[in-house]
């Protein structure tokens, strides 16, 4: 018999490596099993691709839906349900809607414990645009309100997002003759509204708009037929909505269409996916940035490519990392699929299939807090559409922190950034005495935030330190204040010298 002679050492690194292989595998992409959210007998559907059907704050995870669940009028009503444990459990389905008429096509936004839904509604003899808050992290409601007065015309696709106090809302609107985009917002928090503001003035039909908000810099993006085929279209305010800029022609395809756009802001960055027919009649999911917040724009970046539909992405940015949700039948039924890119839009990780079932799945909105991603949408896996779930808890990893200490402090503090006067990088140290949803945020010296460093971000007691770099700031004097659970700590002052 021939004795095997090898190194033992070579023999158990040939056992091994495959498991540690498969380890790290797992930490990477920890996509955690499907949950299904709803078990009734009709149909659940969460939002369009323009607005979000799902939020976070903390370990907190916001879900809203539209059912037709027979509950004595048969009709599409809004539902709500919420995790307080990253969505480990969820709550019971809470109905927010009573009314006569469908309600359809809820978005939600929040900040803090503050939540915020618009959607459609039919209660009054035509499609109008109703909003809702809690204040309370959704434990209780307010009353439905209806926000577009004018009777005598249709509402529909609402989107909404909000900053502090400043809830934006936009919308499709057919007062005019034909469907134009609408927006109005509210800087108290829901309590009062300013008046319907017209963005749009186009021959043709004007759709889906979908915001989003970072400081007082609001942006718009939405596609319309005045060109015909469509084409996506951007616009902005940089003063919290009180006067917008012109539209920008963003994405023109022609003679191809371009459509199902969705928007995100993040510090000086705004992200945009849409779908596109360019390539030979093959609808294909497409991206592209602005690093000045809109006053330029890079070049369209294709994300997928496959020989099937690709359609209705989701998209949002936070700290670096930009996630992006999507519809795909590449698999012969339509499916989830997600791609993740760690700086900024730069380059991207390949596609990830996130659901696997012959009923199909659609409609996926996505949303990030601390280092969980969590998506929902509605699947036809069990006979009719039901909302399901899922998330990632190590998906979006933290950059730029680092923990000076595990030792737990006192009191928060903010310590005077190093070195000042800084170019083009500074280190700021800071202390959380208890676990609390974090923001640090940099403003100029009109107090117009610039950029977040850290966006509401989930973190435990200790000691840290954030590297910030300057990129697109000019030279000047700049604030930085640190926030827990949206309250304001403290505020430094320091220099940039170019």
Known sequence: MERNHQNPIINFLKFIIPFILLFNTL?????????????????????FNNAWGIASNGSTVHIVFDDDRIDND??????????????????????????????????????????????????????KIYYKRSTDNGVTWGTDTRIVDLLESFSISPSITVTEENVHVTWVDDRDGNREIYYKHSTDGGLSWGPDTRLTIAEGNSIYPSISVVGQSVHLAWYDYRMAPAA????????????????????????????????????????????????????????????????????????????????YPSIIAVNGNVHVTWMDDRDGNPEIYYKLSTNEGNSWEGDLRLTNNPGGSAG???????????????????????????????????????????????????????????????KIQFAISKQSNISLKILDVTGKIVVSVIEDLQMSPGNYEEFFESKSLASGVYFYSLYADDILLETKKMVLLK
């Open 232 to 311: 996506i279209y951007y616009k902005r305010s940089t003063n919290n909505g009180t006067d917008w800029e012109s539209e920008v022609l963003l994405v023109n395809s022609a003679p191809h269409f371009a459509w199902d756009v969705c928007i995100s802001v993040n510090n000086q960055n705004i992200h945009i996916v849409w779908a596109d027919l360019r390539n030979a009649g093959d609808p294909e999911i497409y991206y592209k940035k602005s690093s000045d917040l809109g006053t330029t724009w890079g070049s369209d970046i294709r994300l997928t490519n496959d020989p099937n539909l690709s359609s």
């Open 364 to 426: 996926a909105s996505v949303s990030v807090s601390g280092t969980y991603v969590y998506t929902a949408w509605y699947d036809g896996r069990d006979g009719n559409t039901e909302i399901y779930y899922k998330c990632n808890p190590t998906g979006n990893p933290l950059t730029g922190i680092s923990t000076i200490n595990s030792e737990i402090p006192k009191k928060f503090s903010l310590s005077q950034n190093y070195p000042n006067p800084f170019n083009p990088m500074t």
């Open 74 to 127: 048969n009709n599409y009503e809004i539902y709500y349900k919420r995790s307080t444990d990253n969505g480990l459990t969820w709550s019971a389905d809470i109905r927010l809607t009573n009314s006569f008429g469908w309600s359809k096509h809820p978005s939600i936004a929040i900040s803090g414990q503050t939540i915020h839904i618009v959607w459609w509604d039919w209660r009054d003899g035509y499609k």
């Open 27 to 47: 930490l990477i992409a920890q996509w955690q099993t499907d949950m299904r959210l709803t078990n009734d007998s009709a149909a659940s559907h969460t939002a």
